[in-house]
């Protein structure tokens, strides 16, 4: 046995090796040899320390022997010889090279041909999974191969091997790797942890990273539709999204949106950050039963009333999300970095897909129709509630209501990720704390802002026929007092500004970036407010010949004679139908003259301000 006296000197140099990913059983391991050693440089002989701590005198001796050996780092294995079976000694017998596959015949293929090994050492690309594969493995396969014929020619093993011993080096890299995580020094392993998320690279605090994607819910729902004859047909809506947008250091929700249909569009992403910049206030609750949690709330505003914005926000490159009119809108207004990772890689925004999985647990599934999607063929998609949901069909508003209360709650609930703070007391003690934070007193204009597009259109007419000014826009002609009887407009483009959420009016900016004319719809689309997405539908269905604008009053309500008349047939009616619903926001803006109903005449609005005033 060693009779070399271990010194503090000597075990202050060793490296410290990660063991909170080993096994309990192994971490308790782990402990009782590192303590062993560190009572024998305080004097204790072996079996002394080795009694004291629980270890076995030979084992305790192996592990000293293993720690003063020079790893292939160049250093000592030092506490990484704690880790039981992870330095293992070469075989003393003479190598032979393995004839056909068996266990243990990669290992022998690496000891006998010579630079394999460092071959191996040296790769540092990603390996293949089950469901992502890698070109970096696959070229580096073929150069092991060619270094194998290069050596020993190409008659025996991996060369006459089924797969040419893919398999098995794809297994041994895998373990190489495992044995690195868990015996190199904690530095030494981050740095050479492939870097795939910016918080690892960056240290965020309170409201610097925001996450933002949107998540299919698992609910079954169904929905009354109304006919043409008024009665009620009950419907399964397809499709039900979730969008939501959050702090990922606090978990604060700062806006949620729910979308019906087949896919949401990039209106409904801008109309999520649009809410996030507004104050948010209380819903008008359906069910008097039902309470918000006492110091509850969406969004920043509810400490000391002031919004917060985010400098970087994260997403998917979903085509919502990158669509030009989403990211143009996003930068101006929604200011900062907007940083757009792969799609369908929920890990780059790992705290965002825990929260849908814990709206899910928590919340959706226990709707009726709540089930729990299937995994694979031995775990089919099963119901979470006794409910039937053809019992239960929902009300949109009282949806919205419930989904509004679950938001608020979960910014006042404490949560164990927080050390049992909930996510307002994080951003609150933030902001007493003097942290900086971003702030804007345009927040409203902003949030407003986001709602707006901008195009270029070409003012068309004809003065020999008489026909004013207008604009060609979507399907739809506008015109205004403005250009009356301008002709010299026409054949001229101008730079249109439209509100996303409200096509009846168009207004025209000159080159000086003023107001030059304000433009209204003609009918049949002046009469009820709509949407971009609505007016595009419409358009399109129209245009398809499934129903006629020609000549109505109002395009909306033929569309929504239209869904009526096929609300028996038709599987999409419950999202044609919640088309028609204005979008239900958090912080509800005061309703002005503009939202309501308006007569519109076909040749535009009337206007008496070049009139003579008959007091004067």
């Not at 690496?110 to 999974?129: M, N, S, W």
């Not at 790992?350 to 959706?364: S, T």
């Not at 999202?575 to 619903?581: E, G, I, K």
Request: glycine share 6%; with cysteine.
């Amino acid at each position: 046995m060693s009779v070399i006296p271990l010194t503090l000197e000597e075990v202050q140099a060793w490296p410290e090796p990660i063991v909170t990913t080993l096994p309990l059983a192994k971490q308790s391991q782990y402990e009782r040899r590192r303590d062993a050693l560190l009572a024998m440089t305080g004097g204790l002989s072996l079996k002394a320390a080795a009694n004291k701590h629980g270890v076995r005198e030979g084992t305790l001796n192996n592990t000293l022997e293993k720690a003063r050996t020079l790893a292939p780092d160049g250093v000592p294995w030092g506490w990484r010889a704690c880790i039981a079976h992870r330095i293992r000694g070469e075989s003393p017998g003479p190598t032979r090279l393995p004839e056909k596959a068996a266990p243990s015949a990669f290992k022998q293929l690496v000891r006998h041909v010579e630079g394999l090994q460092e071959l191996l050492d040296g790769f540092k690309g990603r390996l293949p999974t089950r469901i992502r594969a890698s070109s970096q493995f696959e070229r580096f396969f073929e150069k092991v191969l060619a270094h194998v014929r290069k050596r020993v020619g190409n008659t025996n093993y991996p060369l006459n091997a089924p797969d040419k011993g893919r398999r098995a080096l794809l297994e041994y890299l895998k373990r190489a790797r495992k044995r690195i995580v868990e015996t190199e020094p904690e530095g030494e392993a981050n740095e050479a942890a492939e870097s795939k998320q910016l918080q690892q690279v960056f240290e965020f605090d309170a409201m610097e990273r925001l996450e933002f994607d949107a998540h299919k819910m698992d609910a079954d729902l169904y929905m009354e539709v109304e006919n043409t004859k008024g009665r009620s047909v009950l419907r399964k809506i397809p499709y039900v999204w979730l969008l939501l947008v959050i702090d990922s250091v606090s978990r604060l929700i700062l806006g949620w949106s729910l979308v019906l249909g087949r896919a949401y569009t990039q209106i409904d992403v801008l109309h999520v950050f649009s809410v996030s910049l507004l104050p948010w206030e209380p819903r008008d609750l359906l069910v008097p039963q039902m309470k918000y949690v006492v110091g509850s709330g969406v969004g920043t505003s509810c400490i000391g009333g002031q919004v917060l914005r985010g400098i970087v926000t994260a997403a998917d490159n979903a085509m919502a999300h990158h669509a030009k009119l989403t990211t143009t809108n996003l930068l101006r207004y929604q200011r900062g970095v907007i940083h757009l990772g792969w799609p369908r890689v929920p890990e780059t925004r790992g705290v965002l897909e825990a929260m849908f999985r814990q709206m899910a647990n928590g919340a959706i599934r226990m709707l009726p129709g709540g089930f729990e999607p299937a995994r694979d063929h031995q775990t089919p998609k099963h119901a979470t509630t006794p409910y039937n949901p053809k019992d239960y069909p929902i009300n949109l508003e009282a949806v919205h209501d419930l989904l509004d209360v679950i938001m608020a709650g979960h910014n006042a609930t404490s949560l164990d990720s927080l050390h049992d703070h909930s996510a307002l007391d994080v951003v609150r003690r933030h902001v007493q704390a003097g942290r900086w934070s971003f702030e804007s007193s345009r927040n409203a204009e902003d949030a407003e802002r986001l709602m707006w597009d901008l195009r270029w259109v070409t003012i068309k007419g004809n003065a020999k026929d008489g026909r004013q000014p207008y604009v060609n826009f979507m399907r739809a002609r506008y015109r205004g007092f403005g250009m009356r009887d301008r002709w010299d407009l026409v054949g001229k483009k101008y730079l249109a500004s439209y509100n996303l959420n409200d096509l009846r009016y168009l207004n025209l900016i000159n080159e000086n970036g003023e107001l030059f004319a304000k433009l209204t719809a003609l009918p049949p689309w002046s009469r009820t407010r709509h949407d971009f997405d609505l007016r595009k539908l419409i358009s399109r269905w129209s245009k398809h010949g499934l129903f006629s604008i020609a000549g109505a009053d109002d395009a909306v309500d033929a569309y929504r004679a239209y869904v009526k008349s096929h609300a028996s047939t038709s599987p999409l009616a419950p999202t044609q139908m919640a088309h028609l619903h204005p979008r239900s926001d958090n912080a509800q803006p005061v309703k002005d003259a503009s939202t309501e109903h308006a007569f519109v005449p076909r040749g535009g609005s009337v206007n008496f301000d070049y009139a003579k005033d008959p007091t004067k």
